[in-house]
């Protein structure tokens, strides 16, 4: 509208005798949203104002000043507010109480998805063959330099970024010093190499953990030196992502801490944390992969947070919570089916390491989903079978529970045709999208001539 015509109008409005409001812009800011409370617990989406700016949660905080919280962080900054602040509220009360961890997008399935129903797009494989690099340190198998990786492998796992110390949450990654991996590449090369398996198609990530590096996350600055130093790393050499490998007592579960979709632990809040903020920072092509050992997946069945031997141990299903939060994110998960005792599976008998049953019955779980602690009205549930490979030793030398490759072979063929079971039943039926095979390591496979990687890369091929 012209100004002139703004003015007359104005005029005659006022001769009638009407009250004329201008707008100003000084009341442009929006309003404020209801103050922030140390006390107060937010989920995501809850909306505060701060010193005269509003902020939106990005998932369940408490007593974390807006200010305080970075560009990774949980608060969102929504720019500055004006107006009168309300006076602090909480969130509003639902019939449950307020979750703990970040909510899901989706509500979990309780049962397998659809086989029509498409995977995301991964720029996998169908079927993938994924490997330990270990390019950080030297034992027996020999060192392996990134250019002389096989073309087999979809995934490249480096072995291992480790903490400064426990609980700094400050993750370091360098390559093997030349004194005691001979033939090691400079980091140059090393970053070139990354580069060239990446325009192949290939995925890198960054192993955090392992045996040796126990990763505790038990305050916020660690969470958020997590992210920072897992960024770093990741941007330096150019990754796709990362795989979680904690190990150990890194994630243990406070007594009474007994949910698994709403986890009140520090680590294991924390780590929920930090992973979703990486999600967050680069996006759909973020490439997360996970391989807790069974002790800490599958004897959740049995028992959550409790040893099987009458005393408690909470590491027990303590990556449950993390699998659960993360399971809108998760590329793969492949547990570690070596290095184990005897697990109960959904069949209520125990198996062991050695054969094909093992490798069936452990997978099984996580594509047919399980009663958590026995508990029916508390279910994990299952998985999407692209999400699902499993892992096993390449050899004799790599670690307890190698099973010759036939052996894999007819583990892979039941889980997903239903064929050559044994005498487990498989109750998550036939799964074409299964994605594969983990193996623990590419070093070891080599040192033994490639057993692994000649035998299962095309029968993967040949599953269709």
Not at 54 to 67: H, L, R, S
Not at 74 to 92: I, N
Not at 165 to 171: E, F, K, L, M, Y
Not at 428 to 457: A, C, Q, V
Request: glycine residues 10%; aromatic residues 10%; charged residues 15%.
């Amino acid at each position: 509208m012209r100004r002139s015509l703004i003015l007359a109008v104005t005029a005659a409005l006022a001769a009638a005798g009407s009250t004329v409001y201008i707008a100003s812009s000084a009341n442009a800011a929006a309003a404020c949203a209801p103050a922030w409370s140390s006390s107060a617990v937010y989920v995501k989406d809850n909306q505060v104002s701060y010193q005269a700016k509003n902020y939106t949660a990005k998932w369940w905080t408490q007593n974390e000043v807006p200010t305080a919280s970075g560009e990774w962080g949980v608060w969102a900054d929504k720019g500055a507010c004006g107006g009168t602040t309300p006076p602090p509220t909480t969130p509003p009360p639902t019939t449950t109480p307020p979750p703990t961890t970040p909510p899901p997008t989706t509500p979990p399935p309780t049962t397998p998805p659809p086989t029509t129903t498409p995977p995301p797009a991964t720029g996998l494989p169908k079927h993938a063959l994924i490997g330990y690099l270990h390019s950080s340190f030297a034992n027996g198998s020999g060192y392996l330099k990134m250019a002389d990786v096989p073309a087999d492998w979809d995934i490249i796992n480096l072995a291992f970024g480790e903490p400064t110390s426990a609980t700094s949450g400050d993750i370091r990654f360098t390559l093997c010093p030349a004194s005691e991996c001979p033939g090691v590449e400079s980091e140059a090369d090393f970053i070139n190499a990354i580069k060239a398996k990446r325009a192949a198609g290939k995925k890198v990530l960054l192993s955090i953990g392992g045996a040796n590096g126990q990763v505790q996350l038990t305050t916020t600055a660690a969470r958020d030196k997590f992210v920072t130093s897992v960024s770093a790393i990741i941007d330096k050499f150019g990754l796709d992502g990362v795989d979680v490998d904690f190990e150990g007592h890194s994630l243990s579960l406070n007594t009474g801490d007994t949910d698994f979709k709403n986890p009140t632990t520090p680590v294991i809040v924390n780590l929920i944390a930090a992973l979703k903020s990486l999600k967050s920072r680069y996006g759909a092509n973020f490439v997360l992969t996970m391989a807790p050992e069974t002790f800490f997946v599958q004897l959740g069945y049995q028992y959550y947070g409790s040893g099987p031997w009458g005393g408690q141990d909470p590491r027990a299903g303590s990556y449950l919570p993390v699998i659960y939060a993360m399971r809108n994110d998760l590329t793969v998960l492949h547990v570690q089916d070596y290095n184990s005792g005897s697990i109960m599976g959904l069949d209520n008998q125990y198996h062991s390491m050695g054969g094909a049953d093992f490798h069936i019955a452990m997978t099984d779980m996580m594509l047919a989903g399980f009663p958590v602690a026995g508990n029916t009205a508390n279910m994990f549930p299952a998985l999407r079978e692209d999400q699902i490979a499993f892992g096993a030793p390449s050899s004799v030398s790599a670690g307890n529970g190698y099973v010759a490759p036939a052996g894999v072979q007819q583990a892979v063929t039941c889980l997903v045709k239903g064929q050559n079971c044994g005498g487990y039943t498989v109750r998550s039926g036939t799964n074409p999208n299964f994605r594969g095979l983990m193996t623990w390591s590419i070093n070891w496979d080599k040192f033994y001539s490639w057993e692994f990687k000649n035998n299962h890369e095309p029968f993967l091929n040949g599953l269709g």
